[in-house]
């Protein structure tokens, strides 16, 4: 699959999602204008912004967990080729083999090295919990149901439903931020 088809499969989910969720929004009963825009602006632009950064990142975290896997593989089978009988192999195979090997370990080395250096694993996996949590917050509220069935309509629940939107978000930015900018004084 070609990076533009993974990259419109994406952006036809997040239509899809955001045509949904808007139809939803501009059907609620809401005090005015303004608390059918914050929603809008506010949370609906989050989730779709979550989805995208979780595409985004599980793409290079898919292709450097590749490289790693595919190169921790291969290394050992090229290594184990150059232990045959020298008279049965071809000329300068042994010069073939360490420069592929050589090669395959800077590969699996680097890509390792940038799966860490970015967090790419972590910040999927966080990205898209937050993606969900919003979503599942999203549908309780839509729904009045979950933490908000005991609520009587979508303008008494619109309240503490921005509240858990903001919590879930600040709690991911100081996922995201936490040990950054931190000064190191003694």
């Not at 499969?9 to 969720?21: F, R």
């Not at 950064?53 to 490289?67: A, E, G, H, Q, V």
């Amino acid at each position: 699959m070609s990076e533009s088809e993974n990259n419109s499969k994406g952006l036809e989910y997040n239509d899809s999602y955001a045509n949904q969720v808007n139809e939803i929004i501009n059907t609620l009963e809401l005090n005015s204008e303004t608390d059918r825009s914050i929603l809008k602006s506010r949370f609906l632009s989050e989730v779709i912004n979550y989805e995208k950064r979780k595409l985004k990142t599980k793409k290079y975290y898919d292709i450097f967990r590749f490289i790693v896997t595919t190169g921790s593989i291969l290394l050992p089978a090229i290594l184990s080729l150059g232990q045959m009988d020298p008279a049965k192999l071809p000329a300068h195979f042994d010069q073939v083999t360490y420069w592929a090997s050589w090669t395959i370990s800077l590969m699996v080395t680097a890509s390792n090295g940038f799966l860490q250096l970015f967090s790419l694993d972590k910040n999927y996996f966080e990205f898209a919990l937050t993606s969900e949590q919003l979503k599942t917050e999203g549908w309780q509220f839509f729904q009045l149901s979950g933490k908000y069935e005991d609520y009587e309509d979508h303008v008494e629940a619109y309240r503490p439903f921005c509240k858990s939107i903001e919590n879930i978000k600040r709690k991911q930015v100081e996922k995201e931020f936490s040990g950054k900018g931190e000064s190191k004084k003694k």
